[in-house]
């Protein structure tokens, strides 16, 4: 019996792992990637919904829809995410605030700015091969984004494309520090070539981090001035 029980117990690590990756799977998706049967599968993802580790959304459709119960897809839940490491969140919290303390906010952004210069080198070495249209390029920042254990995807939208995080390394320190989000929303933005706009963000509660990516019809010019503000 104990022997079972360990075994399930890695086998929810896999599923939530691959979700963790994924952002969002259907059981004969999640089946499938693991080699489990149907009725393998439903077992976890129930035990699982128990514990409040995953919750559904329905599956968003682009074709007609067909007879029967709409599909749904299985997500973490916020507390599951959780589970997952966040490395020395106290200590960065407190050198935060002592840099805010003796350096003011200014400080605290230049901080936030240093940090990101050496992940921004490497995304943009992963996505030299990706040409120059912001939505190709989005998708090869997501990948390099998962690489980097952001667990990224790319989608392409009706007003362009969005980029989801479905992982923040940072999100605890972020959430008191929100200069963190603004450096990394600027690198997006700079690798993709074009004005990026963040929707959501896990550090502010969200489920995912959204970032919109206008397509480049759409996209403003960079010395528009706006007028409805």
């Known amino acids: 019996m104990a ?24 059981a004969a998706e999640l089946g499938a990637q693991l080699g489990l049967s149907p009725a393998a599968i439903r077992k976890h993802l129930d035990a699982m919904l128990a514990d409040e580790l995953v919750e559904t959304r329905e599956v968003r459709r682009t074709g007609p829809r067909g ?51 050496a992940l921004e080198e490497r ?58 989000c603004d450096a990394e929303t600027e690198v997006i933005s700079r690798l993709v070539g074009t004005h990026v706009q963040r929707l959501a963000t896990i550090a502010h509660g969200d489920g995912v981090c959204t970032t919109h990516i206008p397509a480049p019809q759409c996209a403003p010019a960079a010395n528009t001035v706006r007028t409805d503000r």
């Open 3 to 26: 022997s079972a029980t360990a075994s399930d117990g890695r086998t929810r690590d896999r599923v939530a792992r691959l979700l963790l990756e994924r952002g969002a799977a259907t």
């Open 123 to 180: 995304l943009r070495t992963a996505m030299l091969s990706a040409g120059a249209d912001p939505l190709a390029r989005a998708e090869a920042l997501a990948d390099a984004l998962t690489a980097e254990g952001y667990a990224a995807s790319a989608t392409t939208i009706a007003s362009g494309g969005q980029l989801c995080q479905h992982h923040c390394p940072v999100a605890h320190v972020a959430a008191e520090f929100p200069q963190l």
């Open 67 to 117: 007879r029967g119960r709409p599909a749904k897809a299985f997500v973490l839940t916020a507390a599951a995410r959780e589970s997952f490491p966040h490395h020395y969140d106290g200590i960065a919290s407190a050198a935060l605030r002592w840099i805010a303390t003796h350096g003011g906010p200014g400080a605290v952004t230049a901080f936030a700015e240093s940090q990101v210069e």
